[in-house]
């Protein structure tokens, strides 16, 4: 870094305490060195930490390359990392292996299907097919929710197909068929996402995304439609 002040900060994950030092000092040609011992402070045994949404260079929003990306949630403490780029299945296992990292980091295959009609929804594990665009990607333009939730799943039923941030706008399957969160029924028109005569209330999903979103105020929401599901026996 160039000369001057800096504050810096070590972390390692919601389990860990972090460490934080202010007006440290970096001269021209000099080092500054830094002692950070950090405490667990959560014990999570008998637990993992996963991560079902993940993005890298392989993602049309994301410019983080891939080793970056895998650094950073190692780092972070994530035990288990999903691969979820936008249409493109990725293994992150050569990768992983690469960084020396298996020791610290597993994975599981997994692709985040991003239609324009229903928003984005997150299926894993699945297998790369390198001979396909995308890695086998599915194919999510004019089909309804049940219609990709089946093609995410490919017939098995070991799948967990997820529905990412449901109420964030344009991208969210809940926001998009407008949920009436009382009734778990949609109030959109099919017609006016381009799916004349399809059927909005098949709910063929396994988990949805609550804390997770681009907008503020979307947290209530969220959680009040999981809750809602959960009290219907979904």
């Known amino acids: 870094v160039p000369p001057g002040t800096y504050s810096a ?3 390692r ?12 000092s970096v001269g021209d040609n000099q080092t500054a060195g830094l002692s950070a011992t950090l405490t667990r402070v959560v014990d999570t045994s008998g637990w993992i930490s996963l991560d079902p949404h993940l993005h890298s260079e392989m993602s049309v929003d994301s410019v983080i390359p891939l080793d970056t990306r895998l650094r950073s949630v190692a780092a972070e403490g994530v035990e288990v990392a999903v691969s979820s780029d936008h249409d493109f299945v990725v293994d992150y296992n050569d990768v992983i292996a690469d ?3 298996a020791a610290h980091l597993a994975t599981i295959v997994g692709n985040e299907s991003s239609s324009l009609q229903i928003g984005h929804i997150n299926a894993w594990p699945l297998s790369v097919a390198p001979a396909l665009p995308g890695g086998g990607a599915v194919r999510w333009a004019g089909h309804d929710p049940g219609e990709v939730f089946d093609l995410l799943r490919g017939g098995d039923a070991t799948r967990i197909v ?3 941030h449901p109420r964030d706008g344009s991208l969210g ?6 949920l009436d969160p009382e009734t778990l029924t949609a109030r959109a028109d099919p017609a006016a996402l ?4 399809a059927d909005l209330n098949d709910f063929g999903f396994d988990a949805i995304e609550v804390a997770n979103t681009k907008t503020a105020g979307l947290f209530e929401p969220a959680f ?4 809602a599901f959960l ?4």
């Open 9 to 11: 900060s070590v972390s």
């Open 13 to 24: 994950g919601i389990e860990y305490d972090a460490y934080s030092a202010q007006n440290v």
């Open 99 to 101: 960084l020396g990292l």
């Open 162 to 164: 997820q529905v990412n």
């Open 173 to 178: 399957l809940f926001a998009l068929i407008d």
């Open 194 to 197: 381009g799916l004349p005569g």
């Open 224 to 227: 009040a439609d999981w809750l």
């Open 231 to 234: 009290a219907a026996g979904y």
